[in-house]
């Protein structure tokens, strides 16, 4: 089973700052790798996939990078809505795995 | 516009059963890959299971292996999970989710449910 490992646990940051988070797998990936957004109360969203592709309707301010095993998401200004849980998840093999999540909060 | 409704949640005792359904609409059900992921309280994502979209190919998480069986039913644009022998630790609220693209399927989820709660306890 591929373990990903998601980095920080929490952030607080303050709006319109930059954030960066980290997903980094046990072993190679390669490029299939998505992230998902989950708001409190709700379902999670695709945002990213194929590590750097952004999904329909998703703002240019998300950005993914990385491949084999480090990856990151950037959030280049952050704004209110943008609170949440993150969650990297790949599909290299089965079984299908996600990393235990970012929570980002505004400070 | 994609709608993912799942039902069929609820309180069940450790050994119970349950099935629970998602009823699918405003895609072309029959070509997507689907899958059910779960939730425990306060915990982050868990994918339990897949299934391709003509049922041909089917994949479980060990933690379900054995006591789950995802089905489909392509007809009535509706996906099943049957659980059996419940135990406490898959409490949850479970969503089921599509695949990001119809046909060859790239395993994202791409559309999701607004889930369905799961409780066992006696």
């Known amino acids: 089973e591929i373990v990903l490992t998601q980095s920080p646990a929490t952030l607080s940051v303050s709006p319109g700052e930059s954030v960066t988070l980290s997903c980094r797998a046990s072993?190679?990936?390669?490029?299939?790798l998505a992230w998902y957004q989950q708001k409190p109360g709700q379902a999670p969203r695709l945002i990213i996939h194929e590590a750097s592709i952004r999904a329909t309707g998703i703002p240019a301010r998300f950005t993914g990078g990385g491949s084999g095993t480090d990856f990151t998401l950037t959030i280049g200004s952050l704004e209110p809505e943008d609170v949440g849980v993150y969650y990297c998840q790949h599909r290299g093999d089965w079984p299908l795995t996600f990393g235990g999540g970012t929570k980002v909060e505004i400070k | 516009e994609v709608q993912l409704v799942e039902s069929g949640g609820g309180l069940v005792r450790p050994g119970g059963s349950l099935r629970l359904s998602c009823a699918a609409s405003?895609?072309?059900?029959?070509?997507?890959?689907m899958n059910w992921v779960r939730q425990a309280p306060g915990k982050g994502l868990e994918w339990i299971s897949y299934i391709s979209s003509g049922s041909t190919s089917i994949f479980y998480a060990d933690s379900v292996k054995g006591r789950f069986t995802i089905s489909r039913d392509n007809a009535k644009n509706s996906l099943f999970l049957h659980m059996n022998n419940l135990r406490d630790d898959d409490t949850a609220v479970y969503y089921c989710a599509s695949d990001r693209r119809s046909g060859w399927p790239d395993n994202f989820f791409g559309s999701w449910g607004q889930g369905t709660r799961v409780e066992v306890s006696s």
């Open positions: 072993q190679s990936v390669h490029n299939f």
């Open positions: 405003g895609f072309t059900f029959s070509t997507y890959s």
